[in-house]
Protein backbone atom coordinates (compact mmCIF):
# COMPACT_ATOMS: atom_id res chain seq x y z
CA UNK A 1 0.00 0.00 0.00
CA UNK A 2 1.50 3.53 -0.67
CA UNK A 3 0.20 6.84 0.01
CA UNK A 4 0.93 10.46 -1.52
CA UNK A 5 -0.29 13.39 -0.77
CA UNK A 6 -1.25 15.54 -3.26
CA UNK A 7 -1.46 19.23 -3.75
CA UNK A 8 -3.05 20.25 -7.10
CA UNK A 9 -4.03 23.46 -9.31
CA UNK A 10 -5.31 25.65 -6.28
CA UNK A 11 -2.52 23.95 -3.74
CA UNK A 12 0.02 24.90 -6.44
CA UNK A 13 1.99 27.32 -7.65
CA UNK A 14 4.59 28.36 -11.14
CA UNK A 15 8.35 30.48 -13.42
CA UNK A 16 9.65 33.69 -13.40
CA UNK A 17 13.15 35.34 -11.65
CA UNK A 18 14.90 32.05 -9.85
CA UNK A 19 17.79 33.15 -7.45
CA UNK A 20 20.63 32.16 -7.50
CA UNK A 21 23.00 30.35 -3.78
CA UNK A 22 26.10 30.62 -3.07
CA UNK A 23 26.73 27.89 -0.24
CA UNK A 24 29.89 30.07 0.89
CA UNK A 25 31.75 27.02 2.38
CA UNK A 26 31.87 24.15 0.10
CA UNK A 27 30.89 21.51 2.80
CA UNK A 28 27.94 24.16 4.24
CA UNK A 29 29.43 23.99 7.43
CA UNK A 30 30.66 26.31 10.04
CA UNK A 31 34.34 26.48 10.40
CA UNK A 32 34.67 28.03 13.86
CA UNK A 33 35.85 31.58 14.87
CA UNK A 34 35.85 32.43 11.47
CA UNK A 35 32.66 32.31 11.06
CA UNK A 36 32.13 34.84 14.57
CA UNK A 37 31.23 31.77 16.97
CA UNK A 38 32.91 32.69 20.26
CA UNK A 39 30.96 29.78 21.99
CA UNK A 40 29.24 31.51 24.63
CA UNK A 41 26.21 32.31 23.07
CA UNK A 42 22.79 31.21 24.03
CA UNK A 43 22.11 28.41 21.83
CA UNK A 44 20.06 29.30 18.65
CA UNK A 45 20.71 33.03 18.53
CA UNK A 46 23.28 32.54 15.22
CA UNK A 47 26.63 32.10 16.38
CA UNK A 48 28.61 28.72 16.36
CA UNK A 49 29.09 26.77 19.18
CA UNK A 50 32.03 24.96 19.51
CA UNK A 51 32.27 21.73 21.20
CA UNK A 52 34.87 22.75 23.85
CA UNK A 53 34.96 22.34 27.31
CA UNK A 54 32.81 19.84 28.92
CA UNK A 55 33.08 19.69 32.43
CA UNK A 56 30.14 16.58 33.38
CA UNK A 57 31.21 14.47 30.32
CA UNK A 58 27.34 15.05 28.87
CA UNK A 59 28.48 15.64 25.00
CA UNK A 60 27.65 19.43 25.00
CA UNK A 61 29.75 22.28 26.22
CA UNK A 62 30.01 24.16 28.90
CA UNK A 63 29.24 27.16 27.32
CA UNK A 64 26.35 25.80 25.49
CA UNK A 65 24.88 24.52 28.77
CA UNK A 66 25.61 28.11 30.40
CA UNK A 67 24.24 29.92 27.67
CA UNK A 68 20.95 27.87 27.95
CA UNK A 69 19.98 29.74 31.14
CA UNK A 70 18.23 26.95 33.44
CA UNK A 71 21.00 25.22 35.32
CA UNK A 72 17.99 23.15 36.66
CA UNK A 73 17.81 21.50 33.41
CA UNK A 74 21.24 22.04 31.60
CA UNK A 75 23.89 22.32 34.45
CA UNK A 76 27.22 22.69 32.95
CA UNK A 77 28.83 20.77 35.98
CA UNK A 78 26.26 17.95 36.25
CA UNK A 79 25.80 15.36 33.48
CA UNK A 80 22.22 14.68 34.54
CA UNK A 81 20.87 18.11 35.83
CA UNK A 82 17.37 17.28 36.64
CA UNK A 83 18.65 14.03 38.24
CA UNK A 84 15.84 12.06 36.59
CA UNK A 85 18.58 8.88 35.30
CA UNK A 86 18.45 10.34 31.90
CA UNK A 87 22.26 12.30 30.98
CA UNK A 88 21.95 15.67 29.51
CA UNK A 89 22.74 14.92 25.97
CA UNK A 90 19.48 12.44 25.71
CA UNK A 91 17.13 14.67 27.31
CA UNK A 92 14.27 16.14 24.71
CA UNK A 93 13.30 18.91 26.67
CA UNK A 94 10.94 20.47 24.15
CA UNK A 95 9.44 17.41 22.65
CA UNK A 96 10.45 17.91 18.96
CA UNK A 97 12.28 14.79 18.62
CA UNK A 98 15.77 16.07 18.76
CA UNK A 99 17.57 15.44 22.12
CA UNK A 100 20.23 17.96 22.82
CA UNK A 101 23.13 16.27 21.72
CA UNK A 102 21.77 16.31 18.15
CA UNK A 103 20.60 19.62 18.36
CA UNK A 104 24.19 20.78 19.73
CA UNK A 105 25.64 19.04 16.42
CA UNK A 106 22.92 20.47 14.41
CA UNK A 107 24.42 23.89 15.31
CA UNK A 108 27.77 23.03 13.04
CA UNK A 109 25.55 23.36 9.97
CA UNK A 110 25.09 26.19 8.35
CA UNK A 111 21.00 27.13 7.58
CA UNK A 112 19.61 29.18 4.89
CA UNK A 113 18.56 32.19 8.48
CA UNK A 114 22.19 32.01 9.58
CA UNK A 115 20.82 33.91 12.45
CA UNK A 116 19.08 30.71 13.87
CA UNK A 117 20.00 27.71 15.44
CA UNK A 118 18.28 24.71 16.78
CA UNK A 119 17.60 25.31 20.75
CA UNK A 120 17.36 22.96 23.51
CA UNK A 121 14.07 24.51 24.86
CA UNK A 122 12.35 25.39 21.89
CA UNK A 123 11.10 23.60 18.95
CA UNK A 124 12.88 23.00 15.82
CA UNK A 125 12.25 21.34 12.36
CA UNK A 126 15.22 20.27 10.57
CA UNK A 127 14.90 20.44 6.59
CA UNK A 128 17.35 19.24 4.43
CA UNK A 129 16.37 21.09 0.61
CA UNK A 130 18.09 20.09 -2.75
CA UNK A 131 17.21 21.64 -5.99
CA UNK A 132 17.15 20.84 -9.66
CA UNK A 133 19.79 22.91 -11.76
CA UNK A 134 18.13 26.50 -12.49
CA UNK A 135 15.31 25.57 -9.35
CA UNK A 136 16.37 27.38 -6.19
CA UNK A 137 13.36 29.24 -4.68
CA UNK A 138 13.72 32.71 -4.36
CA UNK A 139 14.89 33.50 -0.51
CA UNK A 140 11.45 35.30 0.28
CA UNK A 141 9.68 31.73 -0.12
CA UNK A 142 12.05 30.41 2.36
CA UNK A 143 11.53 33.05 4.79
CA UNK A 144 7.67 32.94 4.02
CA UNK A 145 7.58 29.41 5.47
CA UNK A 146 9.27 30.09 7.98
CA UNK A 147 7.66 33.04 9.35
CA UNK A 148 4.24 30.24 9.17
CA UNK A 149 5.85 28.31 11.41
CA UNK A 150 7.05 30.90 14.12
CA UNK A 151 3.91 32.27 14.06
CA UNK A 152 1.90 29.37 15.26
CA UNK A 153 0.68 28.73 18.57
CA UNK A 154 3.03 25.86 19.23
CA UNK A 155 4.14 26.04 23.07
CA UNK A 156 7.95 25.62 23.98
CA UNK A 157 9.53 24.18 26.80
CA UNK A 158 11.08 27.72 27.68
CA UNK A 159 7.28 29.58 27.69
CA UNK A 160 7.62 31.18 24.16
CA UNK A 161 5.70 29.93 21.17
CA UNK A 162 6.84 28.81 17.48
CA UNK A 163 8.05 26.18 15.68
CA UNK A 164 11.84 27.41 13.94
CA UNK A 165 12.29 26.05 10.79
CA UNK A 166 15.76 25.57 10.08
CA UNK A 167 16.24 24.64 5.97
CA UNK A 168 20.05 23.45 5.26
CA UNK A 169 21.09 23.80 1.60
CA UNK A 170 22.41 20.63 0.01
CA UNK A 171 22.51 19.66 -3.93
CA UNK A 172 21.81 22.76 -6.00
CA UNK A 173 22.74 21.80 -9.09
CA UNK A 174 20.70 18.25 -9.58
CA UNK A 175 20.54 17.49 -13.13
CA UNK A 176 16.67 18.54 -14.39
CA UNK A 177 14.42 15.51 -15.10
CA UNK A 178 10.46 15.66 -15.50
CA UNK A 179 8.99 12.44 -12.64
CA UNK A 180 6.85 10.28 -15.22
CA UNK A 181 4.99 9.42 -12.63
CA UNK A 182 6.09 6.24 -10.82
CA UNK A 183 7.09 5.73 -7.15
CA UNK A 184 9.89 3.66 -8.45
CA UNK A 185 11.40 6.97 -9.88
CA UNK A 186 10.66 9.27 -7.00
CA UNK A 187 11.79 6.81 -4.33
CA UNK A 188 14.76 6.33 -6.12
CA UNK A 189 15.73 9.97 -6.58
CA UNK A 190 15.18 10.49 -2.58
CA UNK A 191 17.42 7.81 -2.05
CA UNK A 192 19.94 8.86 -4.34
CA UNK A 193 20.11 12.49 -3.13
CA UNK A 194 20.02 12.31 0.56
CA UNK A 195 22.43 15.01 3.16
CA UNK A 196 26.18 14.81 1.97
CA UNK A 197 26.93 16.98 5.04
CA UNK A 198 29.65 15.87 7.20
CA UNK A 199 32.33 16.10 9.29
CA UNK A 200 34.57 14.79 11.89
CA UNK A 201 33.28 16.62 14.99
CA UNK A 202 31.42 14.64 17.42
CA UNK A 203 28.36 14.43 18.45
CA UNK A 204 28.02 13.51 15.04
CA UNK A 205 25.22 15.50 12.94
CA UNK A 206 22.10 14.47 13.18
CA UNK A 207 21.72 13.70 9.46
CA UNK A 208 18.79 10.99 9.79
CA UNK A 209 16.44 13.71 11.96
CA UNK A 210 16.69 15.71 8.59
CA UNK A 211 13.07 16.32 6.50
CA UNK A 212 13.98 15.95 2.70
CA UNK A 213 12.29 18.83 0.79
CA UNK A 214 13.58 18.96 -2.96
CA UNK A 215 12.74 21.67 -5.50
CA UNK A 216 12.07 20.21 -8.98
CA UNK A 217 10.60 20.73 -12.63
CA UNK A 218 7.41 18.79 -12.55
CA UNK A 219 5.19 15.17 -13.36
CA UNK A 220 4.95 14.91 -16.82
CA UNK A 221 1.55 12.51 -15.89
CA UNK A 222 0.15 15.35 -13.77
CA UNK A 223 1.27 18.84 -15.41
CA UNK A 224 -1.10 20.55 -12.74
CA UNK A 225 0.71 19.34 -9.11
CA UNK A 226 2.31 21.64 -7.66
CA UNK A 227 3.90 19.70 -4.57
CA UNK A 228 3.14 16.47 -2.87
CA UNK A 229 4.25 14.85 0.17
CA UNK A 230 5.61 10.95 -0.91
CA UNK A 231 5.10 8.05 1.32
CA UNK A 232 6.68 4.53 1.12
CA UNK A 233 4.62 1.57 2.50
CA UNK A 234 7.79 -0.62 2.75
CA UNK A 235 8.69 1.54 5.89
CA UNK A 236 11.75 3.21 4.07
CA UNK A 237 12.07 6.80 5.29
CA UNK A 238 14.98 7.41 2.71
CA UNK A 239 12.70 7.10 0.20
CA UNK A 240 10.32 9.39 1.18
CA UNK A 241 10.55 13.50 1.33
CA UNK A 242 8.71 16.25 -0.18
CA UNK A 243 8.72 17.74 -3.79
CA UNK A 244 8.01 21.28 -4.90
CA UNK A 245 7.31 21.37 -8.73
CA UNK A 246 8.64 24.84 -9.35
CA UNK A 247 8.28 24.49 -13.57
CA UNK A 248 4.29 24.38 -12.49
CA UNK A 249 4.31 26.80 -10.03
CA UNK A 250 5.99 29.43 -12.48
CA UNK A 251 3.76 28.46 -15.32
CA UNK A 252 0.46 29.05 -13.69
CA UNK A 253 1.31 32.03 -11.27
CA UNK A 254 0.69 35.01 -10.90
CA UNK A 255 -3.00 34.66 -11.04
CA UNK A 256 -6.62 35.21 -9.37
CA UNK A 257 -6.62 38.93 -10.27
CA UNK A 258 -9.11 40.68 -7.67
CA UNK A 259 -11.06 44.16 -8.68
CA UNK A 260 -8.06 47.16 -7.81
CA UNK A 261 -10.95 48.31 -4.77
CA UNK A 262 -10.09 44.74 -3.44
CA UNK A 263 -5.83 44.17 -2.95
CA UNK A 264 -3.86 42.36 -2.94
CA UNK A 265 -5.02 42.13 -6.86
CA UNK A 266 -3.25 38.62 -7.29
CA UNK A 267 -1.05 35.98 -5.89
CA UNK A 268 2.04 35.69 -6.92
CA UNK A 269 4.18 32.48 -8.09
CA UNK A 270 6.44 33.20 -5.07
CA UNK A 271 3.39 33.82 -2.52
CA UNK A 272 1.26 30.09 -3.91
CA UNK A 273 5.16 28.44 -3.74
CA UNK A 274 5.56 29.59 -0.25
CA UNK A 275 1.97 28.16 0.91
CA UNK A 276 2.14 24.96 -1.54
CA UNK A 277 5.73 24.26 1.07
CA UNK A 278 3.84 25.09 4.34
CA UNK A 279 1.04 23.19 3.20
CA UNK A 280 3.46 20.04 2.57
CA UNK A 281 5.41 20.16 5.73
CA UNK A 282 2.31 20.60 7.02
CA UNK A 283 2.08 16.73 6.09
CA UNK A 284 4.73 15.66 6.68
CA UNK A 285 3.99 16.26 10.04
CA UNK A 286 0.88 14.11 10.21
CA UNK A 287 -1.80 16.76 8.78
CA UNK A 288 -4.50 16.09 6.79
CA UNK A 289 -6.05 18.46 4.66
CA UNK A 290 -9.25 20.21 6.22
CA UNK A 291 -12.38 18.94 5.14
CA UNK A 292 -15.76 18.62 6.05
CA UNK A 293 -14.99 16.12 8.66
CA UNK A 294 -14.68 19.05 10.94
CA UNK A 295 -18.00 20.42 10.07
CA UNK A 296 -17.44 22.29 6.95
CA UNK A 297 -13.53 23.45 5.20
CA UNK A 298 -11.64 26.20 6.57
CA UNK A 299 -10.38 27.92 3.53
CA UNK A 300 -8.39 30.26 5.97
CA UNK A 301 -6.16 27.01 7.27
CA UNK A 302 -3.31 26.36 4.97
CA UNK A 303 -4.15 22.67 4.48
CA UNK A 304 -7.40 23.48 2.74
CA UNK A 305 -7.26 22.99 -0.96
CA UNK A 306 -9.55 25.63 -2.47
CA UNK A 307 -10.97 24.83 -5.72
CA UNK A 308 -11.17 28.54 -6.95
CA UNK A 309 -9.53 32.11 -6.88
CA UNK A 310 -11.54 33.43 -4.00
CA UNK A 311 -10.59 30.53 -1.86
CA UNK A 312 -7.27 30.75 -3.10
CA UNK A 313 -6.94 34.59 -1.47
CA UNK A 314 -8.45 33.02 1.68
CA UNK A 315 -6.00 30.83 2.07
CA UNK A 316 -3.24 32.85 0.53
CA UNK A 317 -3.88 35.94 1.42
CA UNK A 318 -7.06 35.59 4.44
CA UNK A 319 -9.19 38.17 2.49
CA UNK A 320 -12.07 38.66 4.83
CA UNK A 321 -10.47 37.05 8.03
CA UNK A 322 -9.35 38.69 10.84
CA UNK A 323 -9.41 35.85 13.19
CA UNK A 324 -6.05 34.30 13.80
CA UNK A 325 -6.92 31.20 15.89
CA UNK A 326 -8.94 30.39 11.54
CA UNK A 327 -5.51 30.70 9.88
CA UNK A 328 -4.49 33.71 7.75
CA UNK A 329 -5.84 37.15 8.30
CA UNK A 330 -5.89 39.81 5.94
CA UNK A 331 -3.42 42.00 8.07
CA UNK A 332 -0.75 39.10 7.80
CA UNK A 333 -2.02 38.56 4.19
CA UNK A 334 0.55 35.07 4.58
CA UNK A 335 -0.18 31.26 4.86
CA UNK A 336 -1.02 30.37 8.52
CA UNK A 337 -2.40 26.94 10.34
CA UNK A 338 -5.33 27.17 12.13
CA UNK A 339 -5.28 26.71 16.10
CA UNK A 340 -7.62 23.17 14.98
CA UNK A 341 -4.46 22.17 12.79
CA UNK A 342 -1.74 23.06 14.84
CA UNK A 343 -3.42 20.35 17.53
CA UNK A 344 -2.41 18.09 15.34
CA UNK A 345 1.32 18.55 14.65
CA UNK A 346 2.99 15.80 15.50
CA UNK A 347 6.72 16.49 16.28
CA UNK A 348 7.39 12.87 16.72
CA UNK A 349 6.58 11.29 13.76
CA UNK A 350 7.72 13.37 10.87
CA UNK A 351 7.56 11.21 7.44
CA UNK A 352 10.98 11.18 6.26
CA UNK A 353 12.71 10.91 9.33
CA UNK A 354 10.68 9.06 12.04
CA UNK A 355 8.10 7.54 9.89
CA UNK A 356 7.95 6.31 5.95
CA UNK A 357 3.45 7.05 6.34
CA UNK A 358 1.05 8.79 7.05
CA UNK A 359 0.21 7.15 10.81
CA UNK A 360 -3.94 8.00 9.78
CA UNK A 361 -5.03 7.24 6.18
CA UNK A 362 -5.62 10.36 5.48
CA UNK A 363 -3.76 12.09 7.87
CA UNK A 364 -5.22 13.90 10.70
CA UNK A 365 -8.35 16.06 9.54
CA UNK A 366 -9.18 18.82 11.55
Not at 53 to 61: F, I, N, P, Y
Request: charged share 25%.
Amino acid sequence: YWLVFVFLFWAACGPGTIGYFDPGEPDGLLDGDADGGSGDEVPGDGDSVLPAMDSDGDGLSDDWEKAAGDPGRLDWAEADSDGDGTDDGLEDYDGDGLNNLEEFAASRLVAHQPDTRPHPFRLDLLVELDAMAGRIPPDEVLDGVAAAFAASGLKNADGTSGLTVHFYWDEVDIAPEDFDGSFAQRHGFFRNHGPTFSDEETPPLPLDKLVHMVAVAQRQDLPDRGGETVTDSEGDVERTGIFLFLDVIYAKFPDCDRPPDQPPTEILAEEMMAATLVHELGHALQLGHDTEAGGGTNYFNIMSVPTSCAQAHMRVHGTGNFDSAQGSTEPVSAPRFSAAAESLIQMDNKISVDTATIEDEDGYEM
